[in-house]
């Protein structure tokens, strides 16, 4: 059996840090981040100053913020995101005028989460508003369960890190077999979603959805759409 690789705790840390700054629209105190971190303030101002001194922090009079740095490291990530929203950007509207509901594209973002990279939004005051920017668990939607079901490198990782019930197996196998997922009231109530893989030169790239209220999405328009859009991908 697989073991978890070994972690190491300090950039553990210095990634909280990173991520509670990137969550916040202002500058923010070495008090405020030890507090959200919770971990003494030693311990964060130290590995502040490295990231400082590293570029991808700034200190100012007003706090902490993140440093221009991360422009450059994310510039090649952007770039692909891009790639991928333009190559699939037809089908998003297509889902989205096809459903008269949101359709949404999501890339993998770590082992845990994926991330929503683009929405079509419809004028229907039953959809949803788009997710765009807005990260989700893996287990926990038709999106994510698409992720975990045709990626088994990221299956393998995510149960070295998490409890996988046979009933969450039995699911991503029935995903396997169908080709898509569907989520009928699992993940909040009164919505229904439907998910299925997007691929480039066979590689496995993203995932395309579309929510919207149980009452309008019902279970087999949703078999219906996910078969018409899985036959125009292929």
């Known amino acids: 059996m697989s073991k978890e690789p070994k972690r190491i705790q300090s950039v553990e840390r210095s990634f909280i840090i990173l991520e509670t700054l990137s969550l916040s629209d202002a500058p923010l105190s070495l008090q405020t981040i030890s507090e959200s971190v919770q971990l003494n303030k030693t311990t964060v101002h130290g590995l502040l100053a490295t990231m400082c001194s590293l570029g991808y922090v700034t200190n100012s009079k007003q706090g902490y913020a993140l440093g221009l740095r991360f422009r450059e490291l994310s510039k090649p990530l952007e770039q692909k995101d891009e790639v991928i929203r333009r190559h699939f950007s037809s089908l998003l509207k297509n889902m989205a005028q096809l459903t008269n509901n949101t359709a949404y594209l999501a890339i ?122 899985l036959k125009r991908q292929a």
């Open 108 to 229: 993998k973002s770590g082992q845990q989460e994926y991330l929503y990279i683009d929405a079509i939004e419809k004028d229907n005051p039953l959809t949803i508003r788009s997710p765009r920017g807005k990260r989700e668990g893996l287990a926990t939607s038709a999106i994510g369960k698409v992720f975990l079901a045709f990626d088994k490198a990221l299956q393998r990782q995510f149960r070295l890190q998490n409890a996988f019930p046979q009933s969450l197996n039995d699911e991503l196998q029935e995903v396997i077999r169908l080709g898509f997922a569907l989520d009928l009231e699992q993940a909040e109530p009164n919505l229904h979603c439907l998910a299925f893989p997007l691929y480039l030169s066979g590689e496995l790239v993203a995932v395309a959805g579309v929510s919207g209220a149980a009452t309008e999405l019902t279970q087999p328009r949703l078999v219906h759409f996910a078969q018409t859009f």
